[in-house]
């Protein structure tokens, strides 16, 4: 078999396996909490958000089932998370920011971070690091209040087949992100 053929069917097989391989909100379910949300629980890093945290608690809850998210830009181009647990009180901030990502080579990515009500997965896009050209697609689990980083990719904002095709499944879901 020639070298071409080969490598076009390794090619194939590779980028196919990482599309399966990806974390899906499905894979991370989370039962949804239905009690009264608990008394906000500022600590020193959160303190300077009281009333963005006190409005978050008097709002359903949005992610993990008992957690509540709000999003908020952090400057030009930029998106970061405030987290709430309604069990709990205790307020907490989103793992990461991520930035809007461009490059002359593959164009302008905006950043975004999705989740859902009844899923403990978070998945963020864009760079983190501020490097607009070192654009990610970075999973998260939540477990006890704490996220752990599942996988992260380097993608080119957007230019890569399976992260298109997951971009266009989030548009076309009719859920609240």
């Known amino acids: 078999m020639p070298f071409r053929q080969v490598f076009l069917a390794l090619s194939t097989l590779l980028s196919s396996s990482i599309v399966f391989a990806q974390p899906t909100f499905q894979d991370y379910p989370a039962p949804v909490y239905t009690g009264e949300n608990h008394t906000v629980v500022l600590n020193n890093k959160t303190k300077l958000y009281k009333t963005l945290m006190t409005e978050l608690s008097q709002q359903p809850v949005n992610f993990a089932g008992?957690?509540?998210?709000?999003?908020?830009?952090?400057?030009?181009?930029?998106?970061a998370g405030l987290l709430y647990d309604a069990q709990t009180g205790t307020t907490a901030y989103l793992p990461d920011a991520f930035r809007?990502?461009?490059?002359?080579?593959?164009?302008?990515?905006?950043?975004?971070?999705?989740?859902?009500?009844?899923?403990?997965?978070?998945?963020?896009?864009?760079?983190?690091?501020?490097?607009?050209?070192?654009?990610?697609?970075?999973?998260?689990?939540?477990?006890?209040?704490?996220?752990?980083?599942?996988?992260?990719?380097?993608?080119?904002?957007?230019k890569n087949t399976w992260v298109n095709a997951l971009f266009e499944e989030w548009e076309s879901e009719i859920d609240q992100w």
Do not use: A, M
Request: aromatic share 14%; glycine share 16%; hydrophobic share 25%.
């Open 100 to 158: 809007d990502c461009y490059s002359e080579q593959f164009g302008f990515s905006p950043r975004q971070i999705k989740y859902k009500l009844d899923s403990r997965l978070l998945i963020g896009t864009g760079t983190r690091t501020g490097n607009q050209q070192q654009c990610e697609l970075v999973y998260y689990l939540i477990e006890n209040g704490q996220f752990k980083e599942l996988k992260s990719y380097r993608i080119n904002n957007g």
């Open 66 to 79: 008992h957690y509540g998210i709000e999003l908020y830009g952090c400057g030009g181009g930029c998106v």
